[in-house]
């Protein structure tokens, strides 16, 4: 048993989360994975913000179209019936609550939903903002994928940013590689644990107060030693 599960397990827990005719914009980085773990069967529809609607997952290898490719660069496939368009059009559906869900990274996230995830304010770092201040407050969910853990052993999950802002109060949700957190009104709300994981165990990770909502969304999701 482990207390915590990978990016592509994160990647098809998210997926399973988002609602069939869901309009979805996944962020640069993990987040992209997600596309590989939607269901065939079910019309979600992913945007992307360099132009393009109906995207699908990762090619095949030798398959790799150069034209088709993500906002990060990445290379992509369309599905059937999928749209091209201009950048400005594809801003225009982010600011004007077009989309349903968006799935970004963050460096903090804190009790009340704000988002911090283009710049650790530090001396020398590179800004990254692209599109996240549009899609952290012109999408309907905000769901955040990250580690719970900084490399340095720092919590993500804080009582207040310390990291310039993305967003004010946008996240819904946020999943780590310990568990799945809901946004509330009183903080943090424990929506599903991994692995051993438990809810005083999180609360010594972030030192914040967290309020376990595991009885009414499911019990621990075990994983693999």
């Not at 179209?65 to 982010?94: C, E, W």
């Not at 967003?167 to 599903?192: K, L, M, N, Q, W």
Request: some cysteine; aromatic content about 6%; charged content about 20%.
């Amino acid at each position: 048993m482990t207390t915590r599960i990978t990016r592509q397990e994160l990647a098809q827990r998210i997926a399973a989360d988002i609602p069939e005719g869901a309009i979805v914009n996944l962020g640069i980085g993990a987040p992209t994975l997600v596309a590989n773990y939607l269901p065939e069967d079910e019309e979600i529809i992913l945007h992307t913000e360099n132009g393009m609607l109906g995207m699908g997952g990762a090619p095949e290898a030798g398959l790799v179209d150069p034209d088709l490719i993500n906002a990060g660069k990445q290379a992509v496939t369309a599905r059937p019936g999928a749209a091209y368009f201009h950048h400005a059009d594809s801003f225009g559906m982010m600011r004007g609550g077009h989309l349903d869900v968006c799935v970004l990274g963050a460096f903090q996230v804190s009790e009340t939903g704000d988002l911090a995830n283009w710049s650790t304010g530090a001396p020398g770092a590179i800004p990254a903002v692209g599109g996240a201040m549009d899609l952290a407050i012109g999408a309907k969910d905000v769901y955040v994928m990250t580690d719970l853990l900084t490399k340095q052993g720092e919590s993500k999950l804080v009582e207040a940013c310390t990291y310039p802002l993305t967003g004010v109060s946008c996240v819904s949700r946020v999943y780590t590689d310990h568990a799945i957190f809901d946004v509330t009104p009183d903080g943090f709300a424990v929506r599903e644990l991994f692995g051993d994981t438990t809810i005083d165990a999180l609360a010594q990770l972030t030192g914040l107060n967290l309020t376990d909502a595991t009885d009414a969304t499911g019990t621990t999701t075990e994983t693999e030693a």
